[in-house]
């Protein structure tokens, strides 16, 4: 059986959607990045952490971790802590261009090693005022995603362009999840 290692409904539902059979006990792992770590080692990491975490209560099944972090010059940008963090993030992506990295990490039984890989998509920004940065933070919706923006709720209407998997951009990268999940042992894909 595949274990979904996090309580995203996001994830849940782009699982669901591609018709992957999947359970979902989430991961309690500190998401803060480690001094000087590169963005991608960052995502892989933690996607490893979680899938480990959850595969040490559960070894006889496969376990997806993954976790999703957006970039700007090089400055990770994880969830926000408060509405003034979201605000921060937001004005940092206005009319701007920047990284969505997914890392994922398959754990099971018949692998030796856990195996670890990401995907990375160019998101572009329209501006945004102040007065709809105020007005997106007080809806709550940036405030449990990493960058504080949800790409297929209300700041789509920000979004013009991406290039890449959009898949990613929401939280996990279906495809590449799928391709990871075939060249293992199978037995999660149903």
């Known amino acids: 059986m595949l274990v979904l290692a996090s309580a995203s409904p996001r994830r849940q539902e782009l699982l669901g959607n591609a018709g992957i059979s999947f359970a979902v006990q989430p991961a309690d ?93 160019l998101v572009t920004m329209g501006e945004i005022s102040e007065d709809e940065i105020r007005s997106y933070v007080a809806t709550g919706e940036p ?3 990493a960058g504080a923006y949800a790409i297929q709720g209300m700041a789509s209407r920000w979004i013009p362009r991406i290039e890449g998997d959009y898949s990613n951009v929401v939280g ?15 037995r999660a894909v149903r």
């Open 143 to 145: 405030m449990d995603k």
């Open 29 to 121: 792992v500190d998401e803060t990045p480690l001094a000087a770590e590169l963005p991608r080692d960052c995502a892989e990491r933690l996607a490893r952490e979680k899938a480990l975490a959850v595969w040490r209560v559960r070894p006889q099944d496969v376990v997806l971790g993954a976790d999703t972090i957006v970039v700007t010059d090089e400055a990770i940008l994880g969830k926000p802590r408060d509405a003034d963090d979201a605000a921060r993030m937001l004005r940092l992506l206005s009319g701007r261009s920047h990284r969505v990295i997914t890392g994922v990490c398959l754990a099971g039984p018949g692998s030796a090693e856990p195996r670890t890989a990401s995907e990375t998509t």
């Open 172 to 186: 996990l990268p279906v495809a590449l999840v799928y391709r990871m999940l075939r060249e293992g042992s199978g």
